[in-house]
């Protein structure tokens, strides 16, 4: 069986995981720091920016906790305190960095992007089954996402440029298990605005 | 918030993960292979004497894919070639550590031991919260539902001395991710063995 | 094996399901007609008044669909039209019967308040096992909500003088199929206010 | 938006819904007796004789229980008692209507085949769109399949001589309720056996 190498196969979405306010925040400033997410951020804008002048969905993350503390589970079981309340200042989307009319957007209680979403539903009615991923944490969300995303049958691509986590080596941890899973899984932000400028402009 | 810091948490179960004929072979015979199984197939043979005796569910688990070659996904598209054919020998349990009356199997198409298998139905009717992994790999099945069960608000204990991966720094890695979930998760054969001890001997 | 017969078993939660300002639309102002849905929600307000003064959750449920028309599945391909899209008047709350602080309120893309929502960690966190059910429509979200509800080892109940339906005959169908699974299923408004009225009452 | 009118949509698969040696026990000898099952019998197996000439899938289901008595879940809370326990007679399938080599059978613990079990990742492999379903009950898992499926996106037929259910009045109720969701839900074996009739034969 000959493995799968393009980048882009079939219909093609771009998901933004959990980049928010707090994502930026300095270290004793938030339960969940995020080792030199500015460079992401900054690959991200740029990446998006390009999306946006063509025919690809968009679709941004917030991971998000009831005030009433109800919803958890054992997320605070780890290294990771209290974090992401409805309402924070944290969970709110950067400003140059937010969806746009006819963007997505998705509020999730987990890790996972597919867990007790409806994403799996919006990329059925899309007919999607690439999806390019960036965001924050490489080593949780992002790569739970991948391997949700592996085992729900979608090609899986990382702009390496564009994701980090807890440490520089929880991060390439990650991006070499990805790989495992899917050995095309690699790319970067210059990549994917190239295959990007390919495309149908929007109408 | 305090963390939880017990090792079982209300009544448990031991998970063993794709543990079959196939996990033993040399890395020149499998499509899959793992790094020191045998050290861990012997302890978790050990676990599982002790548990025999004592009030506790034992699940196993194997991957299973249907001969027809229909339900891959996107399995093949990493690291990982053709495996666990339904009916071939590398998916059979081994004959010293396979399922007794009264214990538990369950067959799985994907990594994690949730997705789209009756595990969650099982656990709910056994009323277990805390589960007792291992297995293989570390850094894929283990990791994988250790995750899923982390997101279904289970608490998450792995043997360290009981799972093995794909190379010593990916089981590694991996271990170092659980523990970001759950502080708690690791253990090893010697602990739970010890508290196996003090639970109620089987009528 | 005795069936349990206890109306409320451990602790409950108050569903109401998609009773927004549409529910009460005439049937040429709207793709849903709701037979005789005034009654219900009368009803269905004098629970939610009894309930807000002890200590039980009350969830609210939307069904709400992007206005890019991507994620109806299949759900115009029978009676129903277009229906439920954000933003618009129709999937309002009702004025005198939507969330206060510290209630919940779910929206959903589906028939089943279970499908691709959070309803079931909410639950979860909320340590709930028993489900008072109530809203529209009883042959459709109604119907599907219990009888995921049902698979998911929850009690169902449902206050049948709160769910009105399609028609009639296609009501009194759905809480025949629904008592058909759970036999003690059948409540009504004055049976559910005379139980709260033993609660305690909120501090 | 146009109704969908075509019978078969894109590729289709043939489910056969718990048709087991139980089905066709008399009243007084099942827990789940079905009002005359033996027509819906002769009639799935004329459309099986056809199917198996050419290039369709056959997907057979069971309900099975373990013996453990672990995973009935709320399943005894309802007009059924003790059923489907793995290894008895009645779960089997009849000797003329059993999976042959290259058919698939899923086993299942709740009433929708759906529902904890493997087959959506089945239909995705298959690149399957539409359903062909038959079996029974016609008022519990024919229909909690059907409302799944339409969730799930499928296309839902329903062949309705060759479902039956635990009585008239609510094997009726049903197939109106699937009808609600899908206007072009209602077909036959005859329909079927013409449809398949201009098929590929197989190879």
Excluded: W
């Excluded at 960095?97 to 994403?119: Q, V």
């Excluded at 539903?121 to 391997?147: P, R």
């Amino acid at each position: 069986m000959k493995k799968q190498v393009d980048t882009i196969v079939g219909k093609a979405a771009i998901l933004i995981i959990d980049v928010t306010k707090g994502s930026l925040l300095p270290p004793d400033k938030t339960p969940i720091p995020i080792f030199d997410a500015q460079t992401a951020v900054n690959n991200i804008k740029e990446v998006v920016d390009v999306a946006r002048t063509v025919d690809i969905p968009i679709i941004f993350f917030q991971e998000l906790h009831r005030r009433e503390m109800v919803d958890f589970g054992r997320e605070l079981d780890g290294v990771e305190d209290v974090h992401c309340l409805e309402g924070s200042e944290d969970v709110e989307f950067i400003d140059y960095l937010k969806p746009m009319d006819g963007e997505f957007s998705i509020g999730k209680r987990r890790y996972s992007c597919f867990f007790a979403t409806d994403l799996n539903i919006l990329l059925k009615g899309l007919k999607v089954e690439t999806l390019i991923i960036c965001g924050f944490l490489t080593d949780v969300c992002v790569h739970y996402t991948s391997a949700d995303a592996h085992q729900h049958d979608y090609y899986v691509r990382i702009m390496h440029d564009c994701v980090r986590g807890s440490s520089p080596e929880a991060h390439q941890a990650s991006l070499n298990a990805i790989k495992y899973l899917q050995t095309a899984s690699e790319t970067n932000s210059k990549e994917i605005i190239g295959l990007l400028e390919k495309m149908t402009v929007k109408a």
